[in-house]
């Protein structure tokens, strides 16, 4: 279940947000507002803005989900059957609502930067689905492989994988809730998960005014390139 959450919601807002940043580019507004304010802090402010719109649907969702939990059984009368079925769920809970949340938010910020990123490498709005394929590459692949090995925790694929930043969001939360990992493991694991999204938030700032302002319609790798040498 926790696979399936974070699959759907980085498949659908990575692409939100390429698209968002693509309708940004060239647009005169954006001369505008850098001429007023560092680029840097548009960009740190747009990527906190999109993600707590990402956290808010989270919550909706989570505070919706709770409300039927506490009502469904006055509501279909059959409280022996919720009563059985309560167990499983509980059990569910204390898996979602836990550091396995950590991970989550971290590969959401992760996510949401890099389809920033890849939404301010186009000039029309249209091409923002192709590129934030590398994007969505990433998520399906952590997605397929940890479906693939979720039932082998122990096995030294899935220990590797839950510690490279990114993927680590798929393989350690299975470690976690089979008990495999340690306390050491895991604050191991979330420190280098965390030092990536900081250096990926921070380099992306870096080259975000260069990219937003380009109105060159050229590869995309051309257009990184031309904005890592402004």
């Given at each position: 279940?926790l696979?399936?959450?974070?699959?759907?919601?980085?498949?659908?807002?990575?692409?939100?947000?390429?698209q968002e940043?693509?309708?940004?580019?060239?647009?005169?507004?954006?001369?505008?507002?850098?001429?007023?304010?560092?680029?840097?802090?548009?960009?740190?402010g747009?990527?906190?803005?999109?993600?707590?719109?990402?956290?808010?649907?989270i919550?909706?969702?989570?505070?919706?989900?709770?409300?039927?939990?506490?009502?469904?059984?006055?509501?279909?009368?059959?409280?022996?059957?919720?009563?059985?079925?309560?167990?499983?769920?509980?059990?569910?809970?204390?898996?979602?609502?836990?550091?396995?949340?950590?991970?989550?938010?971290?590969?959401?910020?992760?996510?949401?930067?890099?389809?920033?990123?890849?939404?301010?490498?186009?000039?029309?709005?249209?091409?923002?689905n192709?590129?934030?394929?590398?994007?969505?590459?990433?998520?399906?692949?952590?997605?397929?492989?940890?479906?693939a090995?979720?039932?082998?925790?122990?096995?030294?694929?899935?220990?590797?994988?839950?510690?490279?930043?990114?993927?680590?969001?798929?393989?350690?939360p299975?470690?976690?809730?089979?008990?495999?990992?340690?306390?050491?493991?895991?604050?191991?694991?979330?420190?280098?998960?965390?030092?990536?999204?900081?250096?990926?938030?921070?380099?992306?700032?870096?080259?975000?005014?260069?990219?937003?302002?380009?109105?060159?319609?050229?590869?995309?790798?051309?257009?990184?390139?031309?904005?890592?040498?402004?």
């Amino acid at each position: 279940i926790l696979l399936f959450v974070m699959y759907f919601i980085l498949i659908t807002y990575s692409t939100t947000t390429a698209q968002e940043i693509g309708s940004e580019k060239g647009t005169k507004i954006m001369e505008v507002l850098f001429s007023s304010m560092p680029a840097r802090n548009y960009f740190y402010g747009k990527m906190l803005g999109l993600t707590m719109v990402i956290v808010l649907h989270i919550s909706i969702y989570a505070i919706g989900g709770g409300v039927i939990y506490a009502l469904a059984p006055r509501l279909w009368g059959d409280e022996a059957l919720f009563k059985t079925a309560y167990e499983m769920i509980n059990i569910i809970f204390k898996h979602l609502i836990s550091i396995n949340l950590i991970y989550v938010l971290l590969m959401i910020i992760l996510c949401t930067v890099l389809a920033a990123l890849c939404g301010a490498l186009v000039v029309r709005i249209e091409d923002s689905n192709k590129a934030v394929q590398p994007v969505m590459y990433l998520i399906i692949a952590g997605f397929i492989a940890s479906m693939a090995f979720q039932g082998k925790p122990e096995s030294v694929i899935v220990v590797a994988l839950s510690y490279i930043p990114g993927v680590s969001a798929f393989f350690m939360p299975l470690r976690i809730i089979n008990g495999t990992v340690g306390t050491i493991g895991i604050g191991v694991s979330l420190t280098l998960f965390l030092a990536t999204v900081i250096l990926a938030i921070v380099w992306c700032a870096r080259v975000y005014p260069g990219l937003i302002l380009q109105t060159d319609d050229e590869p995309l790798l051309k257009n990184l390139k031309k904005a890592l040498n402004n």
